[in-house]
Nanobody, 124 residues
Framework: QVQVVESGGGLVQAGGSLRLSCAASGRTSSIYVMAWFRQAPGKEREFVANIRWSGGSTYYADSAKGRFAISRDNAKNTVYLQMNNLKPEDTAVYYC?????????????????WGQGTQVTVSS
């Protein structure tokens, strides 16, 4: 079992920055990739970015490219999402997820463990 807990959400003005954290615990050695997803009110949960737990390869949704950066600190079992130049349309609950199957995925259903989410609100 793996547990993931997000933190770092909040209220920020458009153009501002936030850094989200995702702390993993339990059988972290089984993790292959960690990801961030988000869900805006009335919309489906969507992929934002992911990172390979070992090696650090990353992949971003088009909406995140150039503004968001995903990183990890294996010593702390923590993944980060640095979000810059935030826009009102970035307002959502942001979820961290872990996948233990050894293949890359940006699909929601392919992730095995999920956190409770952290709210990000961007005001205009």
């Amino acid at each position: 079992q793996v547990q993931v807990v997000e933190s770092g959400g909040g209220l920020v003005q458009a153009g501002g920055s936030l850094r989200l954290s995702c702390a993993a615990s339990g059988r972290t050695s089984s993790i292959y990739v960690m990801a961030w997803f988000r869900q805006a009110p009335g919309k489906e949960r969507e992929f934002v970015a992911n990172i390979r737990w070992s090696g650090g390869s990353t992949y971003y949704a088009d909406s995140a490219k150039g503004r968001f950066a995903i990183s990890r600190d294996n010593a702390k079992n923590t993944v980060y999402l640095q979000m810059n130049n935030l826009k009102p349309e970035d307002t959502a609950v942001y979820y961290c997820a872990a996948r233990y199957v050894s293949s890359w995925s940006t699909t929601l259903r392919d992730y095995n463990y999920w956190g409770q989410g952290t709210q990000v609100t961007v005001s205009s």
